[in-house]
C-alpha cells in the first residue's frame, strides 16, 4: 500500500547504527543487532568495483593481488572516503533488507564521536541517507555507550564512560541525558597495533602485518602483568636478509610496546576528572568509570586504570556492542529518547 505522501514509512523499521572504524553495527528495531562486521570494503581498482565487504574485505587485508585494494573509509571515527562508507553501509543494509523484505528503513540514529564538525556529521547522515534511511539522525557515541550499558543517564548524576575504540578513545561525563564533559585521543586500538609493529621492528628487525600486530595484541597484550605469562610464536620477514623469520613474543615485549599509549590514554581520563565541577567527582568516585570498546578487552586495562586513578573501574557488560545498543533503545523509542540526539526530532518525524 502506497501512502498518500508517497512513502511506505507505515511498515519500514528503524535503525541503530554504530559507523566505527573498526566494526560497524546495525539494531534493527524489534530484531536486535542484525550486521557486526569490520568497516573494511575490498574494491578492484581498475573497475571500480566492491569485491567483498565487512568480514570477507577484512580476511583479505594484505593478501590481495595489486589490483584490489582493502579500504578503511574510517580514520579516528570519521569518514575519509565518503563513496566507500556509504558502499558499506548500503551493503549491509540491502543484507538485512532482503532477510524481511522491506525496501528501506525508515529512521535512523548513528552514534558519532563528540569532536567531529558540523560537516563531519552531516557527511554521516549524507551516508546513512544515501545508504537506504530515510532520515538520519546523530546521537553523541559515548551518550549512546552510557544508554547501552544501562547507566541512569537521565539522573542528574555523573556517569563515567572510557571507551576505546579502534581510532578514538573517548572520555566522557554524562548527566541528565547530555554530555558535560568529553574528550577525544586519537590513541586506541590501531595506534596498539602500530605500537606492536614497530617494537617488532625496532627490537627483533622482523616486519609484520597489521593483522598478525591484531593477533599479537588479543592473544598476549596485556597493560599490568597477570598470572599467566603467555607467548606467541609470530612470523615475519627479516629485515636484514629479507627471508623468512620466526621469533617468541612475551607479553612483557608487547606490554613495553604499548606502555607508552597506555599512559596517554590514563592522561586523558585523568584531565575529564580533573576539569570536571566537584560534585560530578564525587558522584564518579561513588560510581565509578565504565569501560566500553574493543579496547577495553585489553587484559588488566581495569586494573591499571584503577590502580592510576584510584577509582572503581569496570568493563560494561558485552562492551563491543553497547553503543549500538544504545543507538537501539533510541530508535526503539523515539519518542522519549528524541531530546537525546544531536539533532532533535520535530513531532511529526516521530515514527513509531
Ligand atoms: N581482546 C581484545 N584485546 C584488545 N583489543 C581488542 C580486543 N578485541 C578487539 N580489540 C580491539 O578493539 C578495537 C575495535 O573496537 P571497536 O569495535 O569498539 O572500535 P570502533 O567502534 O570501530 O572504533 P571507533 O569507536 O574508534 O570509531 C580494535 O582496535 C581491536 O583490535
Ligand atoms: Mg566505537
Known sequence: M?????????????????????????????????????????????TGRVMAVGNEAKNMQGRTPL??????????????????????????????????????????VVGVPNELTEVERKSVEDAIVGAGVSKAYIIESALAAALGARLPVHEPVANMIVDIGGGTTEVAIISMGGTVTVKSIKIAGD???????????????LAIGQATAEQIKIEVASAVPQKEQLSIDIRGRDLATGLPKEIILKDSHVRAAIAKSLEKIIAAVREVIEV????????????????????????????????????????????????????????EDLKNYSYVLDNPLKPKDIKL
Not at 559507523?19 to 570494503?41: C, F, K, M
Not at 549491509?92 to 523484505?101: D, I, M, T
Not at 561513588?286 to 577509582?311: A, P, T, W
Not at 557488560?317 to 533510541?330: F, H, S
Open 276 to 331: 570536571s565541577p566537584p560534585e560530578l567527582v564525587g558522584d564518579i568516585l561513588r560510581q565509578g568509570i565504565h569501560m566500553c570498546g574493543g579496547g577495553s578487552l585489553l587484559r588488566g586495562i581495569d586494573d591499571l586504570i584503577e590502580k592510576e586513578l584510584n577509582v572503581k573501574t569496570q568493563i560494561v557488560e558485552d562492551p563491543l556492542t553497547c553503543v549500538a545498543r544504545g543507538t537501539g533503545i533510541a530508535v
Open 191 to 205: 595506534k596498539l597495533n602500530e605500537d606492536i609493529i614497530k617494537f617488532v621492528k625496532d627490537e627483533f628487525h
Open 2 to 46: 502506497k501512502l498518500k505522501n508517497g512513502s511506505f514509512g507505515f511498515f519500514r523499521k528503524n535503525v541503530g547504527i554504530d559507523l566505527g572504524t573498526a566494526n560497524t553495527l546495525v539494531y534493527v528495531t524489534g530484531r536486535g543487532i542484525v550486521v557486526n562486521e569490520p568497516t573494511y570494503v575490498a574494491v578492484n581498482e581498475k
Open 67 to 108: 589490483n584490489i585494494k582493502v579500504i578503511r573509509p574510517l580514520v579516528d571515527g570519521v569518514i575519509s572516503d565518503f563513496e566507500m562508507a556509504q558502499e558499506i553501509m548500503r551493503h549491509f543494509l540491502k543484507r538485512v533488507n532482503k532477510q524481511r523484505g522491506f525496501s528501506l528503513f525508515h529512521t535512523g
